[in-house]
């Protein structure tokens, strides 16, 4: 049997009021107070596509550190950060996958992540598992339609032919050049065609075609789906498109707009997800995204569905939430806002990639050392392991991943004195479970959420940015162990 493993997602914690960006710009454009209602996710200013990528593929492979079935990581988005660096390389060393792992970036069209989630079950049956993961983190100009509409998260699927939760019954494809916005290479903002023709045009004759093929391939009727997934920000699109293929309009999934927004590659995969946490043996999902033509692809819950859980899941990602309506706040972590960063800002941030090639497993992967003869902890690992008793020991220090173990923070410290994009900057020293005391970078807290005690799981996120040659630097920061019962959308 052939299909998805598991499941995972990512939403950032803040969610931008959109209120707060329509009153920030009323004078300018006052047609957008329609529009705000809810909120749309926000990634932080150390997130991007590639951080968002490793958050929701770890959500999806658990705390488990054996990964060696996984021989592929497939990573589709239309916003990576670096235009010739495999990105899905980054995304591997991070989550500790072997070095014969094949890694690749896939991009180009809103529904990267559907044609990319085809090609992987392909050749997930040649056997071993493949991780494909969707991220986007979309820049839109400030008081623009798309500013509101959009969210920033990710999504990934474990697809193989062993522990199977859905099966892949049949795939459906149209690729036609039907531009409804582009972005030439170079650019940062997409340029939007007419709604109404994208809906006509578009997604109102090319999306059935794509479903109707599906449906033929799988051998089954629309009125037979259960769960029907269309992403788009053209309002009640995914209905108008049930009715016309005959899908059943209970079917219709929730495209999640209140809360995120639209994710655009990964926001199919993120519905998908919602879809799985609630979804029955039996029942037949049809995922659906429109994009340079249109993809289709259907599934049939299995009896194995309840077995599986991700790590956090879309749901408590979502109960998570934290809304932010410092508008301005938004705009600086984009780069559409220059603030002024003082003498202690200006420092030179060059990256010896020498370096960090020797040393990636403990930059990227969070990898210490422990050693076999006193089972101590540590990071970074080195040859010489320091007895407190005897002598010092030579190479008995073993890999020791860090990444996934919880911490307790000992020491901790919050300045406004040097420069950093989301005063104050919070760091401290933590104790590992299992051993191990580094100083670490806290992330995604406000002041009063963290003290002596305090509960600390570790992310993936940027360090800094080298912005004189336009290198990411990325390493490992700890954030509070969130109950999404007590933290809740404020």
């Not at 940062?188 to 709604?195: A, F, H, L, M």
């Not at 990227?364 to 407190?388: A, I, N």
Request: glycine share 10%; hydrophobic share 40%; net charge negative.
């Amino acid at each position: 049997m052939l299909g998805i493993n598991g499941y995972g997602a990512y939403v950032p914690r803040l969610r931008l009021s959109r209120e707060a960006v329509v009153q920030a710009n009323a004078w300018f454009a006052p047609q957008l107070a329609g529009r705000a209602s809810g909120t749309r996710a926000m990634a932080n200013w150390d997130e991007d596509s590639v951080t968002m990528a490793v958050a929701a593929a770890r959500d999806c492979l658990g705390s488990d550190e054996d990964r060696s079935r996984i021989r592929g990581v497939h990573l589709a988005s239309c916003t990576l950060p670096f235009a010739e660096r495999l990105n899905a390389g980054i995304v591997g060393e991070a989550l500790t996958l072997n070095d014969t792992v094949d890694a690749m970036d896939i991009g180009g069209s809103q529904r990267a992540a559907l044609s990319a989630l085809h090609a992987a079950l392909i050749k997930a049956r040649s056997g071993g598992d493949i991780l494909l993961i969707a991220a986007d983190m979309r820049r839109t100009r400030a008081a623009s339609v798309q500013e509101l509409e959009y969210g920033d998260a990710a999504a990934a699927l474990l697809l193989g032919c062993e522990g199977v939760i859905a099966e892949y019954l049949g795939n459906g494809t149209v690729s036609v050049d039907f531009v409804d916005h582009f972005r030439l290479a170079g650019e940062d903002v997409d340029y939007q065609w007419e709604e109404r023709w994208v809906r006509d045009e578009g997604i109102g004759k090319l999306v059935p075609k794509a479903i109707d093929a599906a449906l033929k391939d799988a051998g089954v009727a629309a009125g037979d789906v259960d769960h029907f997934i269309f992403p788009s920000t053209i309002a009640k699109i995914d209905a108008q498109l049930a009715k016309t293929c005959g899908i059943r309009p209970a079917a219709v999934a929730d495209n999640l707009a209140a809360e995120v927004g639209d994710s655009g590659v990964p926001h199919a995969l993120l519905m998908l997800s919602r879809v799985l946490e609630r979804a029955r043996p039996g029942e037949l999902i049809l995922v659906s995204q429109f994009g340079s033509g249109a993809q289709a692809l259907i599934f049939r819950v299995t009896d194995a569905i309840d077995r599986f859980r991700p790590k956090t899941g879309i749901s408590r990602w979502l109960a998570r939430g934290r809304e932010e309506t410092h508008y301005t706040k938004f705009l600086a972590f984009r780069k559409q806002l220059e603030l002024e960063k003082g003498m202690r800002g200006e420092q030179d941030k060059k990256t010896a990639l020498t370096t960090l090639y020797r040393h990636k497993s403990a930059i990227l992967g969070f990898v210490g050392g422990r050693c076999e003869e006193s089972g101590d902890v540590y990071y970074p690992p080195t040859r010489l392991s320091s007895h407190m008793h005897g002598a010092p020991a030579l190479d008995t220090q073993r890999p020791y991943k860090l990444a996934e173990r919880q911490a307790t923070v000992l020491s901790w410290s919050a300045e406004y004195l040097s420069y950093y994009p989301a005063p104050p900057q919070f760091y401290g020293q933590i104790d590992f479970d299992g051993g191990g005391r580094v100083l670490m970078e806290f992330t995604d807290l406000a002041p009063g959420e963290v003290e002596t005690g305090t509960r600390m799981e570790m992310v993936f996120r940027i360090k800094d940015l080298d912005e004189r040659r336009g290198f990411v630097r990325y390493f490992w920061k700890a954030t509070p162990v969130r109950d999404a019962a007590t933290s809740v959308l404020e």
